[in-house]
């Protein structure tokens, strides 16, 4: 039986405990995953560099863009399979799940990901104020989309 689901209806846990702490261990997770994003982006640096040479310049138009497209490949493939969390949200013992039971693909990843910047560029301080006032703790991308972050160690 999987802890984070009702296995008849595939929604998300009902559970209050499921939701406990979850905005502090987003808040560790975003952490971790930018430090490893941020060490992804050295070797993706090094490709654009050689891409660069070999296209005789125009390789290097990707620089700009380099860190958003090492993120969002990053989550698309973290959040988008099977585990449906990145490295530091299974750290911190969280997982992404819709409302309506269906599984995280890389596009619902990627655009989770962009909302969550495009809020923050614009909503900075009310982000995490956000989820301390709407059910489970859910941040603005998350009524966006219809998704929850939730506990994997709760019953």
Not at 27 to 33: C, H, K, R, S
Not at 86 to 97: E, I, P, Q, T
Request: glycine residues 10%; charged residues 15%; aromatic residues 12%.
């Amino acid at each position: 039986m999987n802890a984070d689901f009702n296995d008849t209806t595939r929604i998300p846990s009902t559970d209050w405990r499921a939701y406990r702490g979850v905005l502090s261990r987003r808040i560790f997770a975003f952490l971790i995953d930018y430090a490893i994003i941020a060490l992804l982006w050295i070797p993706a640096a090094v490709v654009v560099f050689f891409l660069g040479i070999l296209t005789l310049g125009l390789g290097f138009f990707l620089y700009p863009a380099l860190f958003a497209i090492v993120a969002m490949a990053y989550f698309g493939l973290t959040m988008g399979g099977p585990s449906q969390a990145s490295v530091g949200m299974n750290v911190m013992g969280l997982k992404l799940a819709r409302v309506d039971g269906r599984p995280i693909d890389i596009l619902t990843a990627v655009v989770h990901l962009v909302l969550f910047w495009i809020g923050n560029a614009l909503l900075t301080p009310f982000i995490v104020l956000i989820g301390l006032f709407t059910d489970r703790g859910r941040l603005l991308h998350d009524l966006l989309l219809g998704t929850v972050m939730m506990r994997r160690d709760v019953l």
